[in-house]
């Protein structure tokens, strides 16, 4: 509901039992951006619901009778403003789960511990495919389900079990993205049967899997799709996978810090870019932003790097 009131496009998820995460594109505001008071009403009320939307409009009515037509303006290029923020992203998405968790479980008070983290990742392939999958392989490191595609609560496990609809459209769409991003290629859930087995190699690469085959339920046709899975497939000269190296596969079964408190994550150039352009936040002896990834990170070195060079709780 929340990502109907914002100009985002969610590529993957996973809720845990005391955290989630997302991996979402914020694009920036395009010049000229604008829409009409109705429509921005529109939106908000279908992310927020009809009791907010009746008690706006009370509002608005003593506005206008008040002669106060600016202040509805500017609650408007408020909103406006709020549909390409990440923080206003997050602020109503957390209230919004709160508020439905507390009706549902009669409490009151807040819910989250303490502010949400974020981390600017590069929309390319290797950084994109490999924050998705570090997202999706959550409760396999967690030791909560053996395979990802057992895990309901996240993108793969919608993309595959179909989801509520029996479709799993939203997260197909999310991963297409994920694997398509460096050719152009938007959030086209067709391509899904295309993109389902690289992932699935690449899932099964990082957790060291042995040769085998598994069944993926194809909801579109009604049967099942068999597909390798398998270590072998990396002595095949066309295997199918997006990692260059295994060490970076293997990297995947760690909790690596650099994607939770690396700041910037992916190429040397793009990580150096975001550097540049926040430079009066750092201090006068550093030359470059980018930083080669070290201890449980080390096997994206030279394909990823980070703005944050940390030192501790790497290993």
């Known amino acids: 509901m929340a990502q109907g009131k914002y100009d985002f496009e969610l590529i993957a998820y996973q ?82 789960f709160t508020q439905w968790y507390n009706r549902r479980n009669g409490r009151d008070g807040t819910l989250w511990g303490g502010r ?48 509520k609809k029996g479709n799993g459209k939203k997260a197909r769409e999310g991963l297409v993205r994920a694997y398509f991003c460096d050719q152009g290629v938007g959030f086209e859930a067709e391509k899904w049967q295309e993109v389902s087995r690289s992932y699935r190699r690449l899932m099964g690469l990082a957790l060291g899997r042995q040769p085998r085959r ?36 293997k990297m995947l079964r760690c909790r690596v810090r650099y994607f939770t408190d690396g700041a910037v994550i992916g190429s040397k150039e793009f990580v150096n870019e975001a550097f540049a352009s926040a430079r009066e936040r750092f201090g006068a002896k550093r030359k470059d932003g980018a930083r080669a990834m070290r ?19 790497v290993a």
Do not use: C
């Not at 907010?52 to 303006?73: K, L, P, T, V």
């Open 15 to 96: 809720i845990m039992d005391n955290h989630f995460h997302l991996l979402v594109r914020v694009p920036h505001r395009p010049e000229g951006f604008d829409v009409p008071f109705e429509e921005v009403m529109r939106l908000w009320q279908r992310a927020v619901g009809d009791a907010w939307n009746r008690g706006m409009q009370r509002q608005f009515e003593i506005f206008r009778e008040n002669g106060s037509e600016a202040a509805i303006e500017a609650w408007r290029q408020r909103m406006l403003a709020r549909m390409f923020s990440l923080s206003e992203f997050m602020k109503a998405l957390k209230q919004r």
């Open 116 to 163: 949400y983290k974020s981390v600017i990742v590069q929309d390319e392939e290797s950084a994109l495919r490999t924050m998705a999958t570090y997202i999706d392989l959550n409760p396999v490191r967690a030791g909560m389900v053996k395979d990802p595609a057992g895990y309901r609560w996240s993108s793969y496990g919608e993309a595959i079990g179909g989801g």
């Open 214 to 249: 598994v069944e993926i339920a194809n909801t579109s046709k009604g049967v099942g799709q068999s597909m390798q899975n398998t270590a072998e497939m990396l002595e095949s000269m066309d295997n199918g996978t997006v990692l260059k190296d295994l060490g970076m596969a």
């Open 295 to 313: 201890g449980s990170g080390s096997g994206a070195r030279g394909l990823l790097w980070s703005l944050r060079d940390l030192r501790k709780g």
